[in-house]
């Protein structure tokens, strides 16, 4: 080998190594970085309870929410929800659009408790004053009349949670299953009656959030 030759040997082997150097620093930094993250996020105790309200709030819809962790994966929640429009909503929902509801329901977290995706299984009751044609199954029926009942209802619900911080976070979810209603028919004219006690059953979606949440 000419001295030239191992010249630019040496030149190359230096660059290599300092390359080498500088891209183990800097995915060290990166992964130094990524820890403290998630330290700052998830370290010291765990999150043992959260408090939920639906972003729905602001048109006058209060859900309510709050979730108990019984275990790294597994959490328990009570939810509630209110609606109170006797007149209807805009030119949205005709006619009176009155419900109290509430659930009980446990959730699953493959990754811990409020973070990432969730299943678990709902349990729910309402009594109301309303149009099924509220309901998107049914949208556009029941044009002047409305109905007053009541329902039970159990399924599965599923989520996910975003941490933003420690203390906060946003989360999705819908739920549904099967429900078993009850309920008498009133004309919207004059509010007299158009059926007795009736009842309808089926499968079907019947509640969803964009829940702003506040833990610790």
Same mark, same amino acid.
């Given at each position: 080998?000419?001295?030239?030759?191992?010249?630019?040997?040496?030149?190359?082997?230096?660059?290599?190594?300092?390359?080498?150097?500088?891209?183990? &620093?800097?995915?060290?930094?990166?992964?130094?970085?990524?820890?403290?993250?998630?330290?700052?996020?998830?370290?010291?105790?765990?999150?043992?309870?959260?408090?939920?309200?639906?972003?729905?709030?602001?048109?006058?819809?209060?859900?309510?929410?709050?979730?108990?962790?019984?275990?790294?994966?597994?959490?328990?929640?009570?939810?509630?929800?209110?609606?109170?429009?006797?007149?209807?909503?805009?030119?949205?929902?005709?006619?009176?659009?009155?419900?109290?509801?509430?659930?009980?329901?446990?959730?699953?977290?493959?990754?811990?408790?409020?973070?990432?995706?969730?299943?678990?299984?709902?349990?729910?009751?309402?009594?109301?004053?309303?149009?099924?044609?509220?309901?998107?199954?049914?949208?556009?029926?029941?044009?002047?009349?409305?109905?007053?009942?009541?329902?039970?209802?159990?399924?599965?619900?599923?989520?996910?949670?975003?941490?933003?911080?420690?203390?906060?976070?946003?989360?999705?979810?819908?739920?549904?299953?099967?429900?078993?209603?009850?309920?008498?028919?009133?004309?919207? &004219?004059?509010? &007299?009656?158009?059926?007795?006690?009736?009842? &309808?059953?089926?499968?079907?979606?019947?509640?969803?959030?964009?829940?702003?949440?506040?833990?610790?």
């Amino acid at each position: 080998m000419t001295p030239n030759h191992r010249l630019t040997a040496l030149i190359v082997a230096a660059v290599t190594l300092m390359t080498s150097g500088i891209s183990s &620093s800097y995915a060290s930094d990166r992964d130094s970085l990524r820890l403290a993250r998630q330290e700052r996020l998830f370290g010291g105790e765990p999150v043992k309870t959260a408090v939920k309200l639906n972003a729905a709030a602001v048109a006058g819809i209060i859900n309510p929410a709050v979730e108990f962790r019984v275990h790294k994966n597994i959490t328990v929640g009570l939810e509630g929800l209110g609606v109170f429009y006797p007149k209807g909503f805009a030119n949205i929902i005709k006619g009176p659009a009155v419900m109290a509801m509430t659930f009980v329901e446990g959730r699953y977290y493959p990754i811990e408790s409020f973070r990432g995706f969730s299943v678990g299984p709902n349990i729910g009751f309402s009594a109301w004053t309303l149009s099924k044609g509220v309901h998107p199954l049914y949208w556009g029926t029941y044009a002047d009349q409305y109905q007053v009942g009541y329902n039970f209802m159990f399924g599965l619900t599923i989520g996910y949670a975003f941490t933003l911080t420690k203390h906060w976070g946003i989360e999705i979810s819908v739920g549904g299953g099967y429900q078993a209603g009850f309920y008498e028919g009133h004309y919207q &004219s004059d509010g &007299s009656m158009y059926i007795g006690w009736n009842g &309808s059953s089926e499968w079907l979606p019947y509640k969803a959030a964009v829940n702003i949440v506040y833990k610790w």
